[in-house]
Nanobody, 117 residues
Framework: VQLQASGGGLVQAGGSLRLSCAAS????????GGWYRQAPENERELVAQ???????SYTDSVKGRFTISRDIAKNTVYLQMDNLKPEDTAIYYC????????????WGQGTLVTVSS
């Protein structure tokens, strides 16, 4: 059971990146998939999540710029990040929480996103 995150990198302000989180041993159709981020000296914060019924939510600072989605066939959750700002610089972590196949709150390894001004 694991989550494999990818897609981070260095981009200029105003640019775009897409993060991917591929799951094995769990199912994003049944569990909640989410993206969190942690900047230096800050606490980890929830950026976006998609519930089992497809409902999406975002933290205020990324609304209108980030889009979370999932591909059920690939069991992957994505975070499309557009119009990136320097304050988006952080390590991004994907997460799955739910009850299938058993209760869990699972984290992937972080992927670094750096936005230059």
């Amino acid at each position: 059971v694991q989550l494999q995150a990818s897609g981070g990198g260095l981009v200029q302000a105003g640019g775009s990146l897409r993060l991917s989180c591929a799951a094995s041993g769990i199912n994003f159709r049944i569990n909640t998939g989410g993206w969190y981020r942690q900047a230096p000296e800050n606490e980890r914060e929830l950026v976006a999540q998609i519930l089992r019924n497809g409902t999406r939510s975002y933290t205020d600072s990324v609304k209108g710029r980030f889009t979370i989605s999932r591909d059920i066939a690939k069991n992957t959750v994505y975070l499309q990040m557009d119009n990136l700002k320097p304050e988006d610089t952080a390590i991004y972590y994907c997460n799955s929480r739910g009850n299938w196949p058993k209760p869990h709150n699972l984290w992937g390894q972080g992927t670094l996103v750096t936005v230059s001004s």
